[in-house]
Structures are given as structure tokens and as C-alpha cells.
């Protein structure tokens, strides 16, 4: 015997989402199809405010309910350093430690041909655009520590090589443990990796 259509159905949308397996996928379905109502129907109308609201930053792509973001607008902020992360997870990461006042890059993602995705799958042409006026004098990569970062930190380098455009190119430091994610990084450790990034 399985589950209902429309709870099966609902389980099979959780488990698409990262990190839930079947067993969660299928806990959650049955908690809100069943003693959660309330909690789905709030559920129902959040994601549905979601989907009509959120858009990416024209000139970041961190998500926003509006044209730019936050920080695109903020006059204060340092326009000559840009620092590129992979999502809006890693770029809210970092801007809890106070510490950093330059402006983003969001990539939406990591070079990965194993996945299928190329560096136009991803936002890179957008920083390569950001860099004609000539206002970044800096680029930091915070890009996870792994092959995929590493490789998508390599292509960026290649192509603003190719631009000759005199821009300083630094990494986050290696003090951010190899096959970790910025997203679970202490504040300390990225503070730390901040202060001490290296050329690339």
C-alpha cells in the first residue's frame, strides 16, 4: 500500500529540493497533509508571494523584490571591489560579518560539465559587463574551495586576462577547510580568510 496520490505527489516535490532524501520528503508530506494544515496552507500563500516577488538584482542577480538589491542601491558601499560568490546564501553569509563594503557578484551557480552546466549557464558575462566602465579596481573569489570552485575562480581569470583590463584578482584564503561550503563557515573563519586572501 502506498501513500495517497496527492501526498506522494507532494513528498516528490520536497525530495527535488537539496539535501531532503525520500524518508524526509515523505515525514514532511504526511505532517502537513495531516496535523499541519494550518502551517501548509501559510506555506501555500508564502511560496506563492515568493514566486510573484523575488527576482534577481539586474546588476548582481542576489535576489530582490525589486529592480537592484539592497546593496546595488546603497551609495555607501565601495563600488571598486566586487566580490563573486556562487549564491545569495554565500553573499548574505559573508555580510554577517560586518567586515566587507564592497559590492557583489552572484554567479547562480559553478562550473560543472558533470552537471551539465557551462560558464553560460551562470552569470559570469554579467561581471564581465560590470568591468567596461572601469570602476573595479578589485575582484575577490569567494568561490567554495572545491573543483567546481576552483574551476570557475580558473575560467573568470582566463577571461578578465583576455579583456586587459588592470584589475587586482585575489581569493578568499585556504582557511576555509577543502570541500566546505562558505554557507556553514563560521563568521570568524571568514573573517579570517577575508583579511589573509591571496592573488590567483
Known amino acids: 500500500m502506498g ?7 507532494l513528498s516528490d516535490l520536497f525530495s527535488s529540493l537539496p539535501s531532503i532524501g525520500p524518508k524526509l520528503s515523505n515525514r ?8 499541519g494544515k494550518s502551517l501548509a ?8 508571494e515568493v514566486v510573484k516577488s523575488i527576482r534577481l538584482c539586474s546588476n548582481c542577480s542576489n535576489i530582490t523584490d525589486t529592480d537592484f538589491c539592497e546593496i546595488c542601491t ?3 558601499r565601495d563600488r571598486s571591489i566586487v566580490i563573486v560568490v556562487e549564491d545569495s546564501l554565500d ?11 564592497g559590492m557583489y557578484q552572484v554567479l547562480g551557480g559553478l562550473i560543472s560539465p558533470i552537471n551539465g552546466i557551462g560558464p553560460r549557464d551562470i552569470k559570469i558575462d554579467q ?5 567596461q566602465d572601469g570602476e573595479i ?7 567554495n574551495p572545491n573543483l567546481e570552485g576552483d ?3 580558473l575560467y573568470i581569470k582566463n577571461e578578465i586576462d583576455k579583456l586587459g583590463l588592470d584589475i587586482k584578482l585575489t581569493r578568499l584564503a585556504k582557511g576555509i577547510p577543502a570541500g566546505s561550503d562558505i554557507e556553514f563557515a563560521s563568521s570568524q573563519t571568514l573573517i579570517d580568510s577575508f583579511n589573509s586572501r591571496v592573488s590567483f
Not at 501513500?3 to 505527489?9: A, C, D, R, S
Not at 514532511?28 to 496535523?35: E, G, P, Q, T, Y
Not at 579596481?137 to 568561490?143: G, M, R, S, Y
Open 3 to 9: 501513500l495517497p496520490k496527492e501526498v506522494q505527489n
Open 28 to 35: 514532511l508530506a504526511l505532517f502537513l497533509s495531516v496535523n
Open 41 to 48: 496552507s501559510k506555506l501555500s500563500h508564502s511560496l506563492d
Open 74 to 76: 546603497d551609495s555607501s
Open 91 to 101: 553573499l548574505y553569509n559573508l555580510e554577517q560579518t560586518g567586515e566587507y563594503k
Open 127 to 131: 561581471l564581465l559587463n560590470r568591468l
Open 137 to 143: 579596481k578589485e575582484i575577490i573569489l569567494a568561490l
Open 151 to 153: 574551476s570557475t575562480g
